[in-house]
Nanobody, 124 residues
Framework: QVLLVESGGGSVQAGGSLRLSCVASRYSDSIRFMAWFRQAPEKEREGVAQ????????RYADSVKGRFTISRQNGKNTVYLQMDNLKLEDTAMYYC?????????????????WGQGTQVTVSS
């Protein structure tokens, strides 16, 4: 069972920035994709960004393109989500996810392992 631990959430004013981190451990060498999802109250969980840990390809939700950047630390099973120009609607619990699957379309069903989440709150 892969263990995912997120950090970096917090409160920020609109237009500000935050960086989330996710460290994967336990049987993590075979992870193919890591991703960030978010879930706001009374809304479905949505994919935000994913990265292919072997080929470094990335995929983003349209709502965050140009504002969020997913990256990985070389040689480490650690991914980051740099969030810039944050908006009120970015407020949510953010979850790190991972999968051994060879393909992913950034759907929750594509991912097997999940972190506990870190809260991001954007205020005006």
């Amino acid at each position: 069972q892969v263990l995912l631990v997120e950090s970096g959430g917090g409160s920020v004013q609109a237009g500000g920035s935050l960086r989330l981190s996710c460290v994967a451990s336990r049987y993590s060498d075979s992870i193919r994709f890591m991703a960030w999802f978010r879930q706001a109250p009374e809304k479905e969980r949505e994919g935000v960004a994913q990265i292919d840990m072997y080929e470094f390809n990335t995929r983003y939700a349209d709502s965050v393109k140009g504002r969020f950047t997913i990256s990985r630390q070389n040689g480490k099973n650690t991914v980051y989500l740099q969030m810039d120009n944050l908006k009120l609607e970015d407020t949510a619990m953010y979850y790190c996810a991972a999968t051994y699957n060879y393909d992913s379309l950034l759907r929750a069903t594509d991912f097997t392992f999940w972190g506990q989440g870190t809260q991001v709150t954007v205020s005006s």
